[in-house]
């Protein structure tokens, strides 16, 4: 019987990962590989298609076809839509016919299986065994979502970059899937292939600033986004920097980037802003960056792990209490951040900062990961409630207190969490008490 292997990607980070992965032989062989890409912004009409980004024709030669997820389903959203239990099978024949499978065996490699499109394409094929790849930083917390038995008993194996060495990802341990790693020099040679195609900006050794746009996720105001690019202008300047690079979101509005201009201005730094859609990593090789400051993005880690360059954070804390309800998915990639990076504000702390190693993440981070992740999903993963308990027993510190809420300690019972009292009366009095507070907040 001959295998079909479908690739699903919708980023051209993930592309990369999976051209990655193809190139060290992390998948067995195959009689046809296809790369199905998704647009999935809130209007894809107006986006640039990932197989039409700078940079993807390096990658198109690993695949024998390329086929839009926008158009098969067109005009459903890709983010929007998931199939009715009792259409999959008429789906799948289609699909079978429209894209010439026949009886082939399928076999999935998706992103981000925990939501719709990758979701939607994994209940369409429900014979085809998964493997799922890494998102970034998110793979090291816990599946945000709970999975149908029918879609995570299928999933294989985790591909993940070696992002934060030392560390094992969470995501989708529930179901047994096992942590493949992508080797780091893969990656690399491929971001030097997407280099190639790059026009090299000119600057040598600036700082590099990398923004999120964190206000469209609803985690922070745009006033207080903005502000945040200003404090990573100021910190820049106060570290003796005078040549700063701003990679602003590509949704991000064009109005924040003159006002990042204007204040690097008045500080007598200069202030160059990118407007084309071109990975960090591709700019790492470029420019050489003296420094890299960001929120909470991926790339601070592949630029220390995988470049060697120096980093720094900026608004962690803030985004750690902020960030709600306390299962949101980026609690964990923030929490890592913070915890491993050490922050813009602090001068001395950036100029003498070490990646620590893989032994020194094991001692000081595997046990707080383990312990947030537990307090994100305790249903999915309860099997971490001893390591949370050792975590939060044996090892607290001024610091620890930070990645937690009381209330959140106190509702799953762990230490650090206020005392419950234990007779029935008086817990239904506490219940009755909260309500009418909120009622009356409300």
């Not at 076999?107 to 499109?117: H, I, K, M, R, T």
Request: aromatic share 6%; glycine share 8%; hydrophobic share 45%.
């Amino acid at each position: 019987m001959r295998t079909t292997q479908i690739f699903f990607a919708s980023t051209l980070y993930g592309a990369v990962t999976l051209a990655a992965a193809l190139d060290s032989g992390c998948f067995a062989p195959a009689d046809r590989r296809m790369l199905l890409v998704s647009t999935n912004g809130p209007v894809p009409e107006t986006a640039t298609p990932l197989d039409g980004m700078p940079g993807f024709e390096r990658l198109r030669g690993r695949f024998d076809s390329v086929v839009s997820w926008n158009d098969t389903i067109a005009p459903l959203h890709p983010s929007g839509w998931s199939p009715r239990p009792d259409d999959i099978p008429l789906w799948e024949r289609q699909l079978r016919l429209l894209w010439g499978l026949g009886e082939d065996r399928v076999e999935l490699v998706v992103e981000s299986l925990q939501v719709a499109p990758a979701l939607s394409v994994a209940q369409l094929f429900p014979d085809a065994p998964l493997d799922v790849y890494a998102d970034g930083l998110m793979s090291y917390g816990p599946t945000r979502n709970k999975l149908a038995p029918l879609v995570g008993e299928r999933v294989r194996r985790v591909l993940h970059l070696d992002l934060v060495p030392g560390l094992t990802p969470l995501l989708l341990g529930e179901f047994g899937a096992v942590p493949r790693l992508v080797p780091t020099e893969a990656f690399t040679k491929v971001v030097a292939e997407l280099a190639q195609d790059e026009e090299e900006p000119g600057l040598d050794a600036p700082v590099l600033l990398l923004g999120q746009y964190l206000s469209a996720l609803g985690i922070l105001s745009p006033a207080e986004e903005e502000d945040l690019h200003l404090r990573m202008v100021r910190g820049a300047v106060v570290l003796g920097h005078s040549r700063l690079v701003f990679k602003p979101h590509p949704s991000a509005p064009a109005a924040w980037s003159k006002t990042l201009e204007r204040e690097a201005l008045a500080l007598g730094a200069e202030l160059t802003v990118l407007d084309r859609p071109v990975l960090a990593e591709v700019l790492y090789r470029q420019l050489r960056p003296a420094l890299v400051v960001g929120c909470f993005s991926t790339a601070l880690l592949t630029a220390s792990t995988f470049y060697g360059i120096p980093v720094a954070r900026i608004g962690t804390g803030m985004l750690l209490d902020r960030l709600t309800p306390y299962q949101n998915s980026n609690r964990v990639p923030v929490t890592l951040v913070d915890a491993l990076l050490p922050d813009l504000n602090d001068p001395a702390a950036v100029t003498d900062w070490a990646p620590p190693s893989a032994t020194q993440v094991r001692e000081r981070v595997a046990g707080l990961i383990a312990a947030v992740g537990f307090a994100m999903q305790p249903q999915i993963r309860a099997d971490l409630r001893g390591a949370a308990e050792r975590h939060l027993s044996e090892r607290p510190t001024p610091d620890t207190w930070r990645y937690f809420t009381r209330r959140r300690l106190t509702i799953l019972g762990l230490p650090g969490g206020l005392p419950v009292p234990r007779h029935a009366a008086v817990r239904r009095m506490a219940r009755r008490a909260r309500r009418l507070k909120r009622a009356a907040l409300g």
